[in-house]
């Protein structure tokens, strides 16, 4: 595939981003939708390995600290737009709902999709410079013309806010489990299941600690610029090799001599 001349020079302007080494920490990290397993993974990792200075989680109603390091931010019930600023240099935006038989993540604040443009806008407000999205999608159903670029004009709205690293990851999830209100309902839905495996494996849903690990190699060495890993990197980057996988998405590739 050419290489666009145009790209590479602006890769080559681009100030390489500082690689922190284990005992580093990077300021204050916010993060939106610590919930599920991947907040979870999210959270022990960054945070509990105090990969930054202070940790703030958006919250519904007031909990108690457990980690420490993080502090929980009670969300106004006003819109997104007139919340209060908050100081933070580094953002996780997950929409990973809340595992209801935790009472601790039922707490938390969790965003809807509909609000990703209102949220970034915010984050930028209160100095945010590098922001991470995980995307979770219905696996096999996004056009393969998207899954390495901006998918929607709300992501296109928030690489225009002006953050100086933006990293998509679309990680596929498992599908919901259905409830049927009667036989001939399960009938059906048994006679489609078949389509369930025409998903290539690349496509497949890949553990949350896994996702976890790739956001957190991500924020450590992408250099500035907008990064869209598909489902597919995402699925590799999990076979093994995690860090050269990463390294070989965020880093231009040059043309041959």
């Known amino acids: 595939m050419a290489v666009d001349p145009l790209q590479v020079l602006q890769a080559a302007n681009r100030r390489p981003a500082p690689s ?7 300021g204050t990290l916010l993060i939106a939708g610590a919930t599920g397993a991947l907040g979870h993974e999210l959270v022990r990792r960054l945070a509990g390995r105090h990969r930054f200075d202070h940790t703030r989680v958006l919250a519904r109603e007031p909990i108690r600290d457990g980690l420490p ?8 019930s006003t819109p ?12 996780l935006i997950l929409f990973e709902p809340p595992r ?3 009472d601790r993540e039922r707490a938390l604040w969790t965003p809807e999709p509909a609000q990703l443009p209102a949220l970034a806008a915010w984050l930028r407000e209160c100095g945010v410079q590098t922001l991470a999205v995980v995307q979770p999608h219905a696996q096999g159903r996004l056009p ?11 992501e296109q709205a928030v690489v225009a806010l002006g953050f100086d690293r933006v990293i998509l990851v679309r990680s596929a999830q498992k599908p919901a489990p ?12 048994w006679m489609l299941s078949i389509g369930r495996f025409m998903v290539p494996a690349s496509e497949q849903p890949v553990r949350a600690s896994k996702v976890a690990e790739l956001v957190d190699v991500a924020l450590r060495i992408a250099p500035p610029g907008v990064h869209v890993a598909a489902p597919e990197l995402v699925w590799r980057a999990a076979q093994g090799e995690l ?3 990463v390294e070989g998405w965020v880093t231009p ?5």
């Not at 390091?69 to 106004?76: Q, R, W, Y």
């Not at 737009?81 to 240099?89: F, T």
């Not at 259905?178 to 839905?189: D, Q, Y």
């Open 100 to 102: 209801l038989y935790y």
């Open 243 to 245: 860090r050269a996988v």
């Open 253 to 257: 590739a040059l043309p041959a001599p």
């Open 144 to 154: 393969e013309a998207l899954k390495r670029g901006l998918a929607s004009l709300d």
């Open 20 to 26: 922190l080494a284990p005992g580093d920490s990077a």
């Open 80 to 91: 997104i737009a007139q919340w209060p600023v908050l100081k933070a240099d580094t953002a």
């Open 69 to 76: 390091g993080v502090k929980t931010v009670v969300t106004p």
């Open 178 to 189: 259905e409830h049927f209100a009667n036989p001939a309902e399960r009938l059906a839905a």
